[in-house]
């Protein structure tokens, strides 16, 4: 399978650990709720939600799914920084789909990664989680707009500066499909006002609604609610 992340490995953290510093409370509060069984992160990335996993959550298994190649570069490199968490998890290369998981889960995350899902496969997720998931205890998930396939014009994602070198993320969406659009993502490197290096990823990105992911989750018996931009999903 085409790593659609290639491109964007080599700056993910710089770009995105704003975003985790953020939502680290958040999550780590729900997960305090986790019960028995390992906790599956589905869409790891480079692994920089692990810590805040690990730490709400000390003597839990932690199964790591992650597709990426790139990212899995990312990912076991924070590993090796972090001996007693690399104890406790384990990585799978595979998607969500493909993953085998224990019959008794104590919670899931998934940050930002639904829209690699069509409709069909988050079916299957739902329905695994609702069989699995452990009495009480939580799923995360995140939803990312657009909510329905829209254009989006390019507007900054982050930046960050290391050295005397700046580094930049934007990104554009354009439909592709009935409940898809293309994201169009490039990252930069500047020198003051001298521009190093410029790279362009490209990848599709399934849309879903508020409305069309309760709909999802209640026939799978599920039912969710909001906290602190975070979706949290139990039982019904």
């Avoid at 692994?47 to 709400?56: N, S, V």
């Avoid at 007693?84 to 990585?91: G, I, S």
Wanted: proline letters at 9%.
């Amino acid at each position: 399978m085409p790593d659609s992340y290639a491109g964007a490995a080599e700056h993910f953290d710089l770009i995105t650990k704003p975003y985790w510093s953020a939502i680290g409370p958040a999550l780590h509060a729900v997960l305090r709720q986790a019960g028995d069984g390992p906790v599956v992160d589905i869409g790891t990335g480079t692994g920089l939600g692990l810590p805040t996993i690990g730490k709400a959550l000390p003597a839990h298994e932690i199964i790591a799914i992650e597709p990426s190649p790139s990212l899995r570069i990312g990912l076991f490199s924070r590993l090796a920084d972090h001996p007693e968490l690399a104890k406790r998890v384990t990585v799978l290369p595979t998607g969500a789909q493909e993953a085998e998981l224990p019959p008794r889960l104590g919670a899931v995350v998934g940050i930002n990664m639904l829209g690699h899902l069509s409709p069909a496969d988050r079916a299957t997720l739902w329905n695994r989680i609702a069989a699995s998931l452990a009495p009480g205890a939580p799923a995360v998930f995140t939803l990312q707009p657009p909510d329905r396939p829209a254009s989006i014009p390019e507007s900054p994602f982050g930046e960050a500066v290391v050295g005397r070198l700046r580094y930049s993320a934007s990104g554009s969406a354009e439909p592709s499909g009935e409940h898809q659009v293309t994201w169009r993502v490039t990252y930069r490197v500047h020198d003051g006002a001298t521009q190093l290096s410029e790279q362009t990823m490209e990848h599709c990105w399934w849309t879903v609604s508020e409305g069309q992911l309760d709909d999802e989750l209640h026939r799978a018996g599920l039912a969710a609610s909001s906290r602190d931009g975070l979706v949290v999903i139990h039982q019904q």
